[in-house]
């Protein structure tokens, strides 16, 4: 059985940071994963993902220098380090993983989905 265990969300000042976890079971973490976030009214877009073996990271421009993926692959876990979070990054944000072994920032190449967690930012 695929499950994705999303945690560390919650309700930041702008300029302040969180780090997301995302514990993961079954064969997904062998798998390319990602990071992906929904705010309201808009659809759910990528933030990060990371190839099978994380050698390559790809980041969305409105988190480039800001946002950091990262594996740790002996706990089966996926991490997203947020700095200098703004308003404008309140999301739900949810982690994913594929069988595609390269680089994917396409929504529908994702199967497997974790339940998502809250970030706030405010101003």
């Known amino acids: 059985q695929v499950q994705l265990v999303e945690s560390g969300g919650g309700l930041v000042q702008a300029g302040g940071s969180l780090r997301l976890s995302c514990v993961t079971s079954?064969?997904?973490?062998?798998?390319?994963m990602g990071w992906f976030r929904q705010s309201s009214g808009k659809e759910r877009e990528v933030v990060a993902a990371?190839?099978?073996?994380?050698?390559?990271?790809y980041y969305a421009d409105s988190v480039k220098g800001r946002f950091t993926l990262s594996r740790d692959n002996a706990k089966n876990t996926l991490y997203l380090q947020m700095n200098s979070l703004k308003p404008e990054d309140t999301a739900v944000y949810y982690c994913a993983a594929t069988a595609v072994a390269g680089i994917t920032r396409r929504r529908d190449d994702y199967p497997y989905w974790g339940q998502g967690t809250q970030v706030s930012v405010s101003s």
């Open positions: 079954g064969r997904t973490f062998s798998n390319s």
């Open positions: 990371s190839s099978r073996n994380g050698g390559s990271t």
